[in-house]
């Protein structure tokens, strides 16, 4: 046989939190457990009707079955620039400042192919979600690290990079709401990022998928918007934008998904926004490795994006409901986990003798009660000694959950 050489790029990739609780889980069916999987942070809510039917119909429309290229995605760009205009008050052009996405994954795992050459660092959180660093090792890009600290309420502190790390840094990764620590993250810490990476020549990258997952009024932060005279008086978002940050989008792009909010993962449909020649370079990479879905599943994401918005406020209530009812149960058998404002996520301290091996934790915990959760060190260093629980199934599941976990660290 060939002995066929690989690239040195693939090696950091060999293990993917997901990838490797699929093949605990599938060893659990195997054996006859019944599954509650928890570790994929997948909605279970359907997309809604008016956003099906306008998919629907484009099937019947032969002109939307070639080819889709830049200038065929003009009404979408459209639709997510007024989105933006609307929630935040930021002004966007949708010619110069969008670009659809085959999901923000696409995006923010191809950005770094635009802004590192091999060997520049990238700044990503610590935990953080795997594509972040799986597009820096694609560049061959080197990571540093900023640990994510519950002290710190989960945010990075700039003052703590090196600076020789610095000398040779090009971007720095946020995301706030944050997965996997469900951490906010207020305007006037935007603001210090922005400065920051303003300083040190940085593009500054927000992925942004939960920004409508929010429970609760996160704070006073409008009354500090950059623009006050904008045409939004009030800005409809719980959580700020980067933009809101940099409302001259001078280092600055994000990542928007319409997975969580409109409860359509499986259609992989995103979009970035943001500073021009971000954009831009961004849609070179994307020109050279695909052209967009298919034109029915933007016409869907337009529809989603400029219709009725009450399913978005419908799935934030069961995420609370589920959120509630999944804490107070956890309580009850003496687990006490804090109570997140935002995401699908209960980020959880592992107790005692799981404390420093989160991954033999999930592993024996599917295997022994079909429960399935994602191991912090999944998401980084720094998430070790912590689970990830993902709020994907109705209540009563839920607290079934709990249950098998108490009779697991019971019998452990």
């Known amino acids: 046989m060939t002995n066929i050489q690989f690239a040195k790029r693939l090696q950091p990739l060999q293990s993917n939190v997901f990838a490797d609780m699929d093949r605990a889980k599938a060893l659990a069916l195997a054996a006859g457990v019944q599954l509650i999987d928890l570790s994929l942070g997948s909605s279970d809510l359907p997309a809604e009707a008016h956003v099906i039917e306008a998919i629907a119909q484009s099937l019947h429309d032969r002109t939307t079955h070639g080819y889709l290229l830049f200038n065929g995605t003009q009404g979408f760009r459209e639709a997510a620039a007024n989105w933006y205009e609307q929630k935040f008050g930021i002004k966007v052009d949708p010619q110069t400042e969008v670009l659809p996405l085959i999901g923000s994954q696409e995006g923010t795992a191809h950005l770094p192919l635009a802004l590192l050459n091999p060997g520049d660092f990238a700044l990503l959180l610590d935990p953080g979600y795997p594509s972040h660093a799986g597009g820096v090792y694609l560049a061959s890009g080197q990571i540093y690290s900023m640990p994510l600290r519950e002290e710190n309420g989960f945010l990075p502190v700039f003052a703590d990079i090196p600076a020789p790390v610095l000398a040779q840094s090009r971007m720095m990764v946020l995301s706030y709401p944050h997965n ?4 906010i993250a207020p305007l006037s810490f935007f603001q210090e990022a922005v400065a920051f990476c303003q300083q040190h020549n940085l593009a500054l990258v927000h992925d942004f998928p939960y920004v409508d997952l929010v429970f609760e ?11 006050p005279k904008s045409k939004i008086q009030n800005p409809k978002s719980l959580v700020p934008s980067i933009l809101q940050a940099d409302p001259q989008k001078s280092i600055s792009i994000e990542f928007f998904t319409l997975s969580k909010s409109y409860n359509m993962g499986g259609f992989r449909i995103g979009y970035a926004i943001g500073n021009a020649q971000l954009i831009n370079a961004l849609r070179q990479v994307k020109a050279a490795v695909d052209f967009n879905q298919y034109r029915g599943i933007l016409n869907g994401a337009i529809a989603a994006l400029t219709g009725p918005q009450a399913g ?3 799935a934030v209530a069961t995420f609370q409901q589920r959120r509630d009812a999944f804490i107070t149960a956890l309580h009850r058998i003496g687990w006490n986990v804090p109570t997140p404002q935002a995401t699908m996520y209960i980020w959880a301290k592992l107790p005692s003798p799981w404390s420093q091996n989160s991954i033999e934790f ?3 915990l599917v295997k022994q009660t079909g429960v399935a959760a994602s191991p912090g060190a999944g998401f980084g260093k720094s998430g070790e000694g912590y689970v990830r629980f993902a709020l994907v199934h109705e209540p009563s599941l ?3 959950a709990v249950e098998r976990m108490a009779k697991f660290l019971n019998s452990n």
């Open 180 to 183: 996997p620590t469900a951490a």
């Open 217 to 227: 009024q996160t704070g006073d932060w409008e009354k500090n918007l950059p623009n």
């Open 312 to 314: 978005v406020k419908t």
């Open 362 to 364: 999930c592993t024996q």
């Open 398 to 400: 839920l607290e079934t």
